[in-house]
Every structure is written in C-alpha cells, then in structure tokens.
C-alpha cells in the first residue's frame, strides 16, 4: 500500500545530490521535484550551507514555501512553510575564547600550508558551525576542481582536521568533510541529524523518513543521518541518479 504524502518525508542534501557542486539546480530536476515527488511526499533539504547559499543554488526564495521543511546550517536554522521556527548559535555553545583561540589557529595554519593556490575567505563563520577552507572559498569553478584531485591524492583537508584534533583534544567538536574545498566544524551532535530533532516535535509520526546525499562515507557530512536508525539512507552520486532513485521509490511514470 502507497502511503500517504503526509506518512513519508524524503530530506535531501544539496550539492551533489539536488545540484551539481556549488552550482544551481537544474530546471528540469526542479519541475521533477515540484510536479511529480512534491505531491507524493513531504519533502525537506538539509544542508551545510547558510539560508543564502541555499537560495543561490535553488533558485531564488521558491524552495521555502516549495519544501515543507528547509534546513540551513545541518538544521541549526529550521524553517517550515516558509517561516523560520527555531536557530541554536555555536557561539552560545562554545563560548568566545574557545572560538577565538580555534579560528586563530585555523588562520595559522593555513598560512603556512603550501599548496598550489591560495584565494580568499578561508574561514567561513556561520550561526551553527565553521567551515574551514585551506584553498579559500573564493576560488574559480576550475580552481575547486583543481584543488579536489590534489586534495584525494595529499590529503589535505584530513591531515589539518587530525591536527586540529590533537590541538583541541578538549573540545568536543566534530569535523566534517563535505564539498570539494572545505571541511565543517560543530559540536558534536550538530551535524544533519540535528534537523531530525525538529521533525521529532511533529504531532503524527511519520511512518518512513528517507535521506538522499551523496557524502554517506565516514567522514563524509552525510554520514550521520544517512546511516541514522530512523531513517532510510539512499547514496546517490549525481541529481540524475537522485532522479532515479526517486522514480524507484515512489513508483513513479517517466
């Protein structure tokens, strides 16, 4: 028996698995979203990235009245129908001292790390998290693709995350490799499965929640609420294969 749009929430990572890596949803993977999976399911996206990256690479503010749950920041900010319902701050959580002395070090690091290129914006501060990027977030399309094939061979965003371990061994924070050129940092507990403790509070229960992402591996910030035992992890590896997956699973015509 089909369940009900009600009984079954699909959450969806962004890039990688809605979108290309940084790059804007594609038209034909939204109209498949808003015409075919919208009226089947509840349909929520969880990611790294704050509200504005989000509305970047999902066209504008559409996705917030569009998905019934939207989640920036692994659902450190909630929103439901449009509206914002909730926010926690990492800086009410680790203090100002600890994220002083944690940025510095980042800011040290990085600049005696050698690699290729170097741009601009290395640290990210968001409301719920850090993002930390060796090569600067404000590389060219070809300067992220350059730096993730030198990254899979010299590991550079594993070894400064085991430094950072050994340097902060009493802050309980978690790393997290997402993307092509960066890593987050959050408290642990603050990765995706965070935005589950919003959807918990939901009245009725619903009877199926699936995840789609792309960084399911450990280490990867998918891997916690993909491999969460409430709910049902789907690894994709591009938006067609999320299309796929998702014919597959809601049974639909194409």
Same mark, same amino acid.
């Given at each position: 028996?089909?369940?009900?749009?009600?009984?079954?929430?699909?959450?969806?990572?962004?890039?990688?698995?809605?979108?290309?890596? #940084?790059?804007?949803?594609?038209?034909?993977? @939204? %109209? !498949?979203?808003?015409? =075919?999976?919208?009226? $089947?399911?509840?349909?929520?996206?969880?990611?790294?990235?704050?509200?504005?990256?989000?509305?970047?690479?999902?066209?504008?503010?559409?996705?917030?009245?569009?998905?019934?749950?939207?989640?920036?920041?692994?659902?450190?900010?909630?929103?439901?129908?449009?509206?914002?319902?909730?926010?926690?701050?990492?800086?009410?959580?680790?203090?100002?001292?600890?994220?002083?002395?944690?940025?510095?070090?980042?800011?040290?690091?990085?600049?005696?790390?050698?690699?290729?290129?170097?741009?601009?914006?290395?640290?990210?501060?968001?409301?719920?998290?850090?993002?930390?990027?060796?090569?600067? #977030?404000?590389?060219?399309?070809?300067?992220? @693709? %350059? !730096?993730?094939?030198? =990254?899979?061979?010299? $590991?550079?965003?594993?070894?400064?995350?085991?430094?950072?371990?050994?340097?902060?061994?009493?802050?309980?924070?978690?790393?997290?490799?997402?993307?092509?050129?960066?890593?987050?940092?959050?408290?642990?507990?603050?990765?995706?499965?965070?935005?589950?403790?919003?959807?918990?509070?939901?009245?009725?229960?619903?009877?199926?929640?699936?995840?789609?992402?792309?960084?399911?591996?450990?280490?990867?910030?998918?891997?916690?609420?993909?491999?969460?035992?409430?709910?049902?992890?789907?690894?994709?590896?591009?938006?067609?294969?999320?299309?796929?997956?998702?014919?597959?699973?809601?049974?639909?015509?194409?």
């Amino acid at each position: 028996m089909k369940l009900q749009r009600d009984e079954i929430l699909i959450l969806f990572d962004v890039d990688g698995t809605l979108t290309e890596p #940084r790059a804007a949803i594609e038209e034909n993977m @939204k %109209e !498949f979203l808003y015409r =075919d999976v919208l009226p $089947r399911a509840t349909l929520g996206v969880v990611g790294g990235s704050d509200l504005e990256k989000m509305r970047e690479q999902l066209n504008g503010s559409e996705f917030l009245t569009k998905f019934d749950y939207v989640f920036p920041e692994n659902g450190l900010v909630q929103y439901e129908a449009g509206q914002e319902v909730g926010k926690a701050s990492i800086v009410q959580h680790l203090g100002e001292d600890v994220l002083k002395r944690f940025i510095n070090y980042c800011l040290r690091y990085i600049a005696d790390l050698d690699i290729p290129i170097k741009r601009g914006t290395f640290i990210e501060f968001r409301n719920g998290l850090i993002n930390v990027s060796p090569i600067g #977030r404000n590389c060219s399309v070809a300067e992220r @693709k %350059e !730096f993730y094939a030198y =990254d899979a061979v010299h $590991r550079i965003r594993q070894t400064m995350i085991e430094r950072l371990q050994v340097e902060f061994p009493a802050v309980d924070l978690t790393y997290s490799i997402g993307g092509q050129i960066s890593f987050d940092v959050f408290p642990a507990g603050w990765d995706k499965t965070f935005c589950l403790r919003h959807v918990f509070k939901r009245k009725k229960a619903f009877r199926e929640i699936h995840f789609f992402g792309d960084k399911t591996d450990p280490g990867g910030n998918d891997y916690e609420i993909y491999s969460h035992p409430q709910t049902v992890g789907h690894r994709v590896t591009s938006p067609d294969d999320t299309m796929a997956q998702l014919v597959e699973l809601l049974e639909l015509q194409q």
